[in-house]
């Protein structure tokens, strides 16, 4: 079974700190995504990797950035929290080939006070 | 642009009515279709999917879903729902001509089964 991890279940952090959101996964999957969900709204692409160190943006990248540097781990970093990024944040990865069938971790609730 | 369109935000069943969720999509070209589940609780897991073949494609806990190309639409259905199918549910499609792998996902619809 794939499997995808994330660092914590819920993250409380003040305005302004710098936030790291790891995700690690063990199926050697290629790509890797970090979405933030949201009620109504869905779940919307902040950003994804298609391989090591390379990195896309998504729809939603204003004030996030991302870090690849190993295979298996996808970090995603709030340079500067703010209140508006209080959130459920997913992981996922895939294989690049073949269905794109997507692996989603169990998500980080992050509240920003 | 690309896009995915989820008709129904909120669902209320009794236990054993049917179910049809609407999905559509914008795309040019192939496309991949997916459902996923989220449980209370619990991370997204996938449904079903349908990439190429028979449009009619079953998935787990006898969830269904058809893909009508000339409607844009791929609507998952469930005879006779459960209390255990409270959950809220995503359709998401990707061009199958990608090499990123992409999804874009529906706002989602949150199914309330009644005891």
């Known amino acids: 079974d794939v499997k995808v991890t994330q660092s914590s279940r819920y993250l409380v952090k003040r305005t302004g700190e710098k936030v790291f959101l790891e995700c690690v996964q063990d199926m050697d999957h290629e790509n890797m995504f970090w979405y933030r969900q949201d009620p109504g709204l869905g779940l919307r692409l902040i950003y994804f990797?298609?391989?090591?160190?390379?990195?896309e943006k998504g729809d939603i990248p204003e004030g996030y950035s991302v870090s690849r540097e190993k295979k298996e781990r996808f970090s995603l970093i709030l340079e500067s929290a703010s209140t508006n990024q209080t959130s459920m944040y997913l992981c996922?990865?895939?294989?690049?080939?073949?269905?794109?069938?997507?692996?989603f971790g169990p998500g980080t609730r992050l509240t920003v006070t | 642009a690309q896009s995915v369109s989820q008709h129904n935000h909120h669902v209320i069943l009794s236990e054993a009515a049917s179910l049809e969720l609407g999905c559509n999509y914008s795309?040019?070209?192939?496309?991949?279709l997916f459902w996923y589940v989220q449980y209370p609780g619990q991370h997204l897991q996938l449904l079903l999917k349908y990439f190429s073949g028979d449009p009619l494609v079953k998935g787990i806990k006898g969830f269904e879903a058809e893909f009508i190309k000339s409607k844009f639409s791929f609507n998952l259905r469930k005879p006779s729902v459960q209390w255990s199918d409270t959950a809220e549910y995503f359709c998401a499609a990707a061009s199958g001509s990608s090499n990123t792998g992409k999804l874009i996902f529906g706002q989602g619809t949150t199914l309330q089964v009644k005891p």
């Open positions: 795309y040019g070209g192939t496309v991949n």
């Open positions: 996922a990865s895939s294989l690049r080939t073949g269905s794109y069938e997507q692996y």
């Open positions: 990797s298609y391989d090591v160190k390379m990195k």
